[in-house]
């Protein structure tokens, strides 16, 4: 297949959050969908979430309710520190083919 220049390149993909618990570490994951920045690596990570998340899917409240997202929920999410990691692994794990090589 032919590479295809495009503008504004986004991708969905699921991302795993190690959210800390009494007895451990609890995997949850929710569906990101980002927009490809360039000059990524010169931002700072706060930043770069604002810039990059287009949207967050998979997410309930304490009572298992969906929760739409909004950009508060958003600020909410990369305030946690395990999320932050989570997004940011997600992210760079696609850009570098992470899922294209784990399907094969």
């Known amino acids: 297949m ?4 495009q503008k504004n ?3 969905t993909c699921t991302a795993t959050l190690m959210v800390p618990t009494d007895t451990g570490h609890q995997p ?3 569906m990101v969908r980002f ?3 360039e000059g ?3 931002m700072q990570i ?3 979430l604002r810039a990059a998340i287009l949207h967050l899917g998979d ?10 997202f909004t950009p508060a929920l958003l600020e909410q999410i990369i305030l946690e520190p395990w999320a932050r990691v989570g997004l940011m692994k997600a992210y760079w ?7 294209a090589r784990a399907k094969n």
């Not at 032919?2 to 220049?5: E, P």
């Not at 997410?59 to 739409?68: C, I, K």
Request: charged share 35%; hydrophobic share 40%; net charge negative.
């Open 2 to 5: 032919a590479y295809r220049i």
């Open 9 to 11: 390149r986004t991708f």
């Open 28 to 30: 949850e994951t929710l």
């Open 35 to 37: 927009k490809v920045l």
């Open 40 to 42: 990524a690596e010169q």
């Open 46 to 48: 706060e930043e770069f």
């Open 59 to 68: 997410v309930l409240d304490d009572e298992g309710e969906p929760v739409a």
């Open 93 to 99: 794990t696609e850009m570098a083919g992470g899922s």
